[in-house]
């Protein structure tokens, strides 16, 4: 019989909406087959849980054991109204609060209440993630940031226990300069991680996957490890 694959290993991905009051996020949830740890994604401005990039960083999770949580930050009705305004995408509080509910409804599942989380944030998304990870403490064993604004998180900064990787693009030159100052400001586990030749979007070939597999690499260190 054939060696079993990673993607063998991990349960079937289920779509699943996630109620928080008056409104509902759709997600897209897969499981590790052993309890090794759940990601969940906070996506970056005017993207959804489809993001070819964080779909991509996602399956190299997977194959790495790690499971995966990518959900829509805003409804339907509010992304048809941000493509208009563009406002929603920026404000950070609203995008924090939701992924703090969506962390709640997850420690309430069944099948995700005992397993160690982690956020993977991108561009704005980042910043959710550390606010996030501030107000939920030691709920929240490790954060990535990709390309990301941990600055836009401000006094959060000082408030983060989580291991944090800081991932950016060599010409991404002003987020650079915005992912140094948060790191400086940082007082956790950290890491400032700075991908060579790489653009905001890491479009370069080979820059995505070198991404991918440091975040991996970062999660399966503060996630499979225990409390």
């Not at 996630?18 to 969940?40: D, H, K």
């Not at 995408?89 to 703090?100: E, G, K, M, Q, S």
């Not at 939920?136 to 990787?165: F, H, K, M, W, Y």
């Amino acid at each position: 019989m054939a060696n079993t694959t990673h993607d063998q290993q991990m349960r079937m991905a289920q779509d699943v909406s996630i109620s928080l009051g008056s409104i509902s996020l759709w997600a897209t949830l897969q499981l590790p087959a052993e309890n090794s740890g759940l990601v969940l994604f906070a996506h970056g401005s005017g993207s959804t849980r489809f993001s070819p990039r964080n779909q991509f960083v996602a399956q190299v999770m997977r194959e790495a054991g790690l499971g995966t949580l990518l959900f829509d930050l805003l409804t339907p009705e509010e992304e048809t109204i941000d493509l208009q305004t563009r406002h929603l995408r920026f404000d950070i509080p609203l995008l924090a609060r939701r992924l703090v509910a969506v962390t709640g409804w997850v420690k309430n599942q069944p099948e995700t209440s005992h397993l160690r989380l982690g956020y993977f944030g991108a561009s704005t998304g980042a910043a959710a993630a550390l606010i996030a990870a501030a107000e939920l403490n030691d709920e929240i064993s490790a954060v990535v940031s990709r390309g990301g604004r941990p600055d836009l998180a401000c006094d959060a900064l000082l408030q983060v226990t989580a291991p944090t990787l800081l991932i950016v693009g060599e010409q991404d030159e002003v987020v650079m300069q915005l992912n140094e100052k948060a790191f400086a400001q940082l007082r956790c586990v950290k890491q400032l991680q700075i991908v060579p030749n790489a653009t905001h979007l890491f479009v370069e070939p080979g820059t995505l996957e070198e991404v991918a597999h440091l975040a991996a690499n970062w999660f399966r260190r503060f996630l499979h490890s225990s409390h």
